[in-house]
């Protein structure tokens, strides 16, 4: 009897515990929770962390996070206002608003992702449409350096735009709360994570930049060699008038030594008999050593220039 009774009190002990568990739940601090009756809710969300209870077996605790959550949207191909096709990549930030609406309406954060992006996507689109390329990529009017030769399809993107791309983005996140609301969800920003091309048009666009740059850089080769050119022709100029003026001053230096010697020469071959007769020999000697080698053989008449100091050695 001991035992069965024993048994009896662990059978409704378990029994106690397993209903317990059913019926009390925790709830965090980051979480609120919407309890449903045979699938529909009932009373107000449980927004207070802590230890809660229900009717276990016939009710049920839907838990949703307070915190700020991701939305992160798909490239989808735009049309802009100037016929220009690209590919616009969005992010978005998100919470629950209203768990009681948000279950209503979407029931879990799949759905409301899923919703999300029909609501976000197709208010990115409408924006975009609107406006030019240039209004999308730029956000201010700032200064900036320009090439002179900028003209024709490149001067398009030199205006002054009247929106940019912050208050596109603005304009985007205020069409879509509302709609948002609607659903239990807080739209709390948005932002264009990426702007591109689609590959087409991309791959002119490399094309044309790559034709630029060459045009460019043949035009400063060409602006470096003409300067160069000019460089070593004011090299040349300039070395050959420091050549022809060091050759004047050398010849006028050569003239005046040469004057002056000729003078000394004059001046010594006047003073006296025995000075010219020496200069004479001495002029003589000279042109011997200049006209003779070793190897020459000469022959001399005895009335000629050279032999006459030969002829008067034996006298002298």
Not at 46 to 67: E, M, V
Not at 134 to 149: A, G, P, Q
Not at 283 to 307: A, P, Q, R, V
Request: glycine share 6%; net charge positive; hydrophobic share 40%.
């Amino acid at each position: 009897m001991k035992q069965a009774k024993y048994i009896g009190i662990a059978i409704v002990l378990f029994i106690v515990m397993i209903v317990f568990s059913g019926a009390a739940y925790v709830v965090k601090e980051t979480d609120q929770v919407v309890i449903t009756q045979f699938g529909k809710p009932v009373g107000d969300p449980i927004l207070t962390p802590g230890i809660h209870f229900k009717i276990p077996f016939i009710q049920k605790a839907n838990f949703f996070d307070k915190r700020f959550l991701e939305w992160d949207g798909d490239p989808n191909q735009v049309p802009t206002k100037d016929k220009r096709f690209i590919w616009v990549d969005t992010y978005a930030r998100w919470r629950i608003h209203d768990p009681l609406l948000f279950f209503q309406r979407v029931r879990d954060e799949r759905g409301a992702l899923t919703r999300l992006s029909d609501i976000l996507d197709g208010e990115t689109r409408n924006a975009i449409a609107k406006h030019v390329l240039v209004e999308i990529v730029r956000s201010t009017n700032r200064e900036y350096l320009t090439s002179e030769d900028v003209k024709g399809e490149e001067a398009q993107y030199l205006i002054k735009i009247k929106d940019g791309r912050e208050k596109i983005t603005r304009s985007i996140l205020e069409a879509a709360a509302p709609l948002t609301l609607e659903l239990g969800i807080e739209l709390l920003d948005l932002r264009l994570k990426r702007i591109n091309y689609v590959e087409a048009v991309r791959q002119k666009i490399f094309e044309r930049m790559i034709t630029e740059r060459r045009r460019k850089a043949d035009k400063f080769r060409s602006e470096g060699q003409g300067e160069a050119s000019k460089i070593l022709g004011d090299k040349e100029r300039e070395l050959k008038r420091i050549q022809s003026e060091a050759y004047k001053t050398a010849q006028e230096i050569i003239g005046k030594a040469d004057a002056e010697a000729t003078a000394i020469y004059a001046s010594a071959y006047n003073k006296n008999q025995d000075s010219r007769e020496f200069y004479s020999f001495l002029k003589t000697m000279e042109t011997y050593k200049e006209t003779m080698s070793e190897k020459d053989w000469l022959i001399l008449g005895t009335k000629g220039d050279f032999f006459k100091y030969l002829q008067n050695k034996k006298g002298r």
